[in-house]
């Protein structure tokens, strides 16, 4: 299925990097961010 990720409405505690990683990881796997 189709899946978008509102960055705008998302909060998170970047650890090392952690955030980064994790956009990466949802793109990867197809995921919209918006």
């Known amino acids: ?8 409405a998302c909060r998170g505690i970047n650890l090392n990097g952690s955030v980064e990683t994790m956009l990466n990881r949802m793109r990867d796997a197809g995921v919209t961010l918006a």
């Open 1 to 8: 299925f189709h899946t978008t990720v509102r960055l705008d």
